[in-house]
């Protein structure tokens, strides 16, 4: 694997970070639309880290800055699926927590509960889950919010 580079996202890439995600599980299963992660893409409340391989875009995550409980919560987590598995994802979620590290001692995130792999991997990396929504957005699934301490 080439070096990951993480920085913010450029305003060229916005739409299609938004394309990446709308395209992708789970938020296919979730019935989330194109248009609604274009308007989050493009919503100056978030913050949208981006990395790349090779000058590729490999992954994306989208954060708002005092999103719970005025702690920082990661809305949308990416990584394309040809570089799953390589490492891209720590480096992001890394990245993001020490640019929150400096201002908050919490951080947390929402998981859908047939999300499996991802439950299993935020839990690798040192999220404990600590809520439930059942049925928040579709019928028989939950979503589960996860907690990791910053400090």
Known sequence: ME???????????????????????????????????LKTCHDPEYMIFVAHVDSLLAGTIVAHHHGLASSPYIKTVLVAEEYRGKGVGVKLMEYVENYFRKESYHIFLCVSSFNTDAQAFYKRIGYTQCGE???????????????KRLK
Request: charged letters at 30%; glycine letters at 4%.
């Open 133 to 147: 929504f059942k049925e928040y957005i579709i019928e028989g699934a939950s979503e589960l919010l996860m907690h």
């Open 3 to 37: 070096k990951i580079d993480i920085s913010f996202v450029k305003e060229e890439e916005r739409n299609t970070v938004a394309e990446m995600l709308s395209n992708s599980e789970p938020w296919i299963t979730l019935g989330v639309t194109l248009e609604q992660c």
